[in-house]
């Protein structure tokens, strides 16, 4: 396996440091776009360069060779026809060329991301195995890139990554992300999330010193801990527990900022709170740090149509008043601007807030469903507004406990609206399967244009699918958004491989 080098100082003055209330530098897209906008060109998943969006979904509980839980993740091509299953590849760490090799519990898989990271045009996967263990380090976590060519993905072209010093427990690879994090850089740069914060890589190509060809390298740029930052726009700013990564362009400069979701630690422990540390040019002075009421779960695109991105966050389980027991999920909204994600009333102040109790939105809020568990943005009618999917797995349907649902809400010039919101789950017509137990449909939402015809169908996800093998389901988008006609599903047994157990589509690239 491969380690990181140390980073030198060159490298280290382009570190942001969350605890000091710095932002990152990042320079305007030159390739695959802003990673976490909604426009065709602000999309980072073209493995092969044909155009056309790709889709990569893990199976972190898949068994490997006899080795249970080592994961697996699948890479699916898009094309004029949309997305298939026939041209499509099934990677772990015992495919040919990849570094490693499959062990019980890796997990492979649990978390993906995808980015240009060498800026050679082709856009790039990464998988995380939070759970490998190194030498002397049970769960230290690690990292595999696999870089695009025009053949798509190849075991031959990938790079394994693991923090200097492997710690028991650390979970490096929990999430990822990748943008265009600085302008001294051709490639996008590399958020790897482990439980103390994030780590932010770049990648150099070199040519090799003899037979030819080039390597890659990854370089450690900043490495932060998670403590309340100074200089936020909310003194009351807890530090949290980190989850989740996204991207987006909030203040709409041409550059990526990162979001760090999690929830928040300390005196009043388990609300999600989110971290905004913006993007601007290395020569030019960045926007505060921001800290954010919502989370852990976090998307980003431009619901409002006004050209910045907008930050959503997802609360599947915050505490009620009395801090004990748990709503039924709530999901925040936050409109990008010149200063940043703005709540409702302006910067520093909360999002508008959604339930399944407000006005217009399917279902009832019930403790325990899970609303807001994962969400996607993206343009399903071509308006120029960004949708939200909402994902509410622990959605009793009936009588049948955690069988899950999806909601869909509308973009529009105020915002997300429920106006026309659209619900579905596997008892709706048209769509296959039916609701079972423990199904968790709608666990994961990813929204996808693989036919680029600038429509978003949507990927939703039951990894809880027959006992645990998971499966996806398909919706296509026409001109009146998302529809079940022609809906769709398959599974990791799909691909020719067991799927016992592997909780497929527990985590899908958005």
Not at 65 to 70: F, I, L, Y
Not at 146 to 158: H, K
Not at 333 to 360: F, H, L, N
Not at 362 to 374: I, K, L, N, V
């Amino acid at each position: 396996m491969r380690t990181l080098r140390t980073r030198s100082a060159a490298v280290a003055a382009a570190a942001f440091l969350l605890a000091a209330g710095a932002a990152v530098a990042t320079a305007p897209a030159a390739y695959a776009g802003t990673p976490g906008g909604t426009r065709a060109d602000d999309r980072n998943t073209d493995f092969n360069g044909d155009g056309y969006d790709d889709v990569l979904v893990g199976a972190p509980d898949a068994t490997v060779s006899g080795r249970h839980r080592a994961g697996a993740a699948t890479v699916q091509y898009g094309g004029p026809r949309g997305m298939g299953t026939r041209n499509a590849r099934v990677f772990s760490q015992n495919s040919a060329g990849v570094p490693g090799a499959a062990e019980t519990g890796d997990g492979f898989g649990r978390a993906v991301a995808t980015g240009d990271l060498d800026g050679d045009g082709y856009d790039d996967a990464v998988i995380g195995l939070p759970g490998e263990d190194l030498t002397g380090a049970a769960d230290a976590g690690g990292v595999v890139v696999f870089f695009g060519t025009p053949r798509g993905l190849t075991g031959s072209a990938s790079l394994w990554l693991q923090d200097d010093t492997p710690r028991s427990g650390a979970r490096f690879g929990s999430a990822l992300a990748a943008a265009r994090f600085t302008d001294t850089t051709p490639g996008d740069l590399l958020a790897v999330l482990d439980r103390v914060g994030p780590s932010v890589y770049r990648f150099e190509t070199a040519s090799r010193a003899a037979g030819g060809g080039a390597h890659r390298r990854a370089e450690l740029t900043s490495r932060h801990r998670l403590t309340a930052p100074s200089g936020t726009s909310r003194a009351a700013a807890p530090g949290i527990s980190p989850r989740s990564l996204t991207t987006g362009d909030y203040d709409r400069n041409g550059f990526a900022d990162l979001v760090v979701s999690g929830t928040s630690t300390g005196a009043e422990p388990g609300y999600g709170w989110s971290y905004v540390l913006p993007g601007t040019a290395a020569d030019a002075d960045p926007l505060p740090v921001l800290a954010l009421r919502g989370g852990p779960v976090v998307a980003s695109g431009d619901v409002d149509g006004d050209g910045y991105d907008d930050l959503v966050t997802g609360e599947p389980h915050s505490p009620d008043d009395g801090g004990e027991s748990m709503t039924g999920g709530m999901v925040g909204y936050y409109r990008g601007g010149p200063d940043g994600p703005a709540g409702r009333e302006g910067p520093g102040t909360p999002p508008v807030w959604w339930t399944q109790d407000s006005a217009g939105v399917p279902g009832t809020s019930e403790r325990g469903d899970g609303f807001g568990a994962d969400l996607s943005v993206g343009d399903t009618d071509r308006d120029g507004h960004a949708d939200v999917a909402i994902g509410v797995p622990e959605e009793n349907v009936g009588t049948v406990a955690d069988a899950g649902q999806v909601v869909v809400l509308r973009g529009s010039a105020r915002g997300m609206t429920a106006s026309r919101a659209w619900s579905v789950t596997q008892n709706t017509a048209r769509v296959p399967g039916a609701v079972e137990k423990g199904d968790r449909f709608g666990g994961q939402v990813a929204f996808t244009d693989p036919n680029d015809d600038g429509r978003f169908g949507l990927l939703a996800a039951a990894p809880g699918k027959n006992t645990a093998d998971g499966a996806v389901w398909v919706f296509s988008a026409g001109s009146a958004g998302l529809t079940t006609s022609g809906s769709w599903t398959y599974g990791l047994g799909t691909f020719g491989v067991s799927g016992l157990n592997a909780r497929y589509g527990a985590v899908i690239d958005d």
